[in-house]
């Protein structure tokens, strides 16, 4: 069972990298969804260019989001954090229920069109499964663990990099992995302010009522999201095996 599901997401995946290489080569597939010789296959750029674009913008929130977020959770974790707790969790649920068209509307008059403004609209709405799971992660520790780590003679900053972080790390993952999957889809509103992306193909169906350009971009978006969720799983399902602890996905 396991090889047949290793199978289909490679097989997933040489399928999707044929496909934005070298889309003329599935015509024959979008030809029944075009209407008065429109054609089939975006022909407004390139379709691999704009999918690295896209996993570029996404890829670069997420580690910023991840950056800022985990620092984040582990400073409100220690003694000395714990009193900025709820302000923390207030900035980073702001970020999350803030709509990301609204962030990018406040966004363009301070930084431009492009690429700028989609990055901080994606770094603000990834930040809350981040914190929130490296919040659940780190609290989650047992304390006997940590009372042996301390009989040991493990200093706060040992206990938390050779203990605590390493315990926590497939919750923390799980946080990251829903943080891109969000920021995939998202990230296609950003062609509305000029930056490259999947979203231009959406947004040229919509123009010119081309389905099967819509198609495309829907597409390319929901095979990378599966790919990318489950390369975020069998990684957090290595890692948990490693410490000993059952799956959480």
Known sequence: MRTRAIALRLAALALLVVFVAAP??????????????????YNQGSLLFLTFSHLRTVFAAVAASTIVAVLLGIFVTRPSGMEF?????????IGQTFPPVAVLAVAVPLVGFGEAPTLIALFLYGLL????????GLTQVSPTVLDAAKGMGLSPRQRLLQVELPL????????????????????????TVAAK???????????????????QGGLV?????????????????AIARRLGSPSRA
Do not use: K
């Not at 499964?129 to 659940?136: D, K, S």
């Not at 992306?197 to 198609?215: K, P, R, T, Y």
């Not at 990378?224 to 390369?231: F, G, S, V």
């Open 85 to 93: 707790l709820p302000l923390s969790r207030s900035i980073v649920n």
């Open 129 to 136: 499964p981040i914190f929130e799971n490296t919040l659940g």
């Open 221 to 237: 978006v929901a095979v990378l999201a599966a790919l990318i969720h489950d390369a975020f799983t069998l990684a957090e399902r």
């Open 197 to 215: 992306g999947l979203g231009e193909v959406i947004i040229a169906g919509l123009q010119s009522d081309n389905m099967a350009f819509i198609l």
């Open 168 to 191: 926590a790390l497939p919750v923390i993952l799980a946080g990251i992995r829903l943080s891109a999957i969000i920021n995939l889809g998202t990230a296609t509103i950003g062609s």
């Open 24 to 41: 003329q080569l599935f015509a024959f597939a979008f030809e029944p969804l075009t209407e008065n010789g429109a054609p089939a296959i």
